[in-house]
């Protein structure tokens, strides 16, 4: 009876994970809340004039999938502020409205399990990311990264890796997000020797600031 009353608690923390990858940072089809997490780092200025500026993209496409933490926390209109700076004028309102019914159902969700949302600890550390060129003012990022989630009232953290698919255009001199797509994976396995470490001691790391720029958790 220990052993199934354990395995259910790990089925429900895992399914929160996967809330949290497929409401509030992607799922299927262009999903925005992880852009409003961006914040204005992920709208990069390009630079004038020459050829497109790839990595400019990249390093804003980045910058946006680190914020995720963000997009927990904020309030409705901080949130629509993020989303207006980082997003195309014509992906803002769509942009807007998806994220706050994505948001508003997680936050349900952590009602229902018992946490108290302002307690949950949400970081997302890309790994490696690609870009490439469209056009003369779009470009394509793949960006892969793993999400740490800790809860209340849980003895581990759990984790969640996915790669994000973003288109960037640039808008009056600046990199702005105009698509996101993310798919789960690929996630490395644990060494056959690891050990788990205990929520206390995943706390204890996400106190530290992020090392990606435009991270916060």
């Known amino acids: 009876m220990r052993r199934l009353a ?31 997490a961006g914040g204005p780092t992920s709208a990069r200025p390009v630079p004038t004039g020459g050829a497109i500026d790839v990595e400019g ?11 995720t933490g963000r997009v927990v926390r904020a309030g409705m209109f901080s ?7 980082i997003a195309t004028p014509s992906y803002a309102p769509v942009l807007a409205s998806a994220t706050t019914t994505q948001v508003n159902e997680f936050v349900v969700a952590l009602g229902a399990s018992g946490v108290d949302p ?17 056009s003369d003012r779009q470009v394509a990022v793949e960006v892969w990264s793993v999400l740490v989630i800790s809860m209340p009232d849980t003895s581990v953290a759990r984790q969640a890796w996915r790669t994000v698919s973003l288109d960037m255009v640039e808008v009056d001199g ?17 060494p056959p020797e690891g050990q788990l470490a205990s929520r206390d001691e995943v706390d204890s790391r996400l106190t530290w600031s992020p090392a990606t720029e435009g991270g916060d958790r």
């Open 118 to 134: 302002t307690d949950l600890q949400v970081i997302e550390a890309p790994i490696t990311a690609t870009a490439t060129a469209v």
């Open 6 to 36: 354990v395995a259910v608690a790990s089925l429900v923390a895992v399914a929160l994970v996967g809330l949290v990858v497929s409401r509030v940072t992607g799922g299927s089809g262009r999903e925005p809340a992880a852009q409003a």
């Open 79 to 85: 949130r629509f502020d993020m989303i207006e700076r």
């Open 174 to 190: 600046r990199w702005l997000i105009d698509g996101w797509t993310s798919s789960a994976g690929p996630a490395p396995a644990l």
């Open 57 to 67: 993209a990249r390093a804003a496409a980045i910058a946006a999938v680190a914020s």
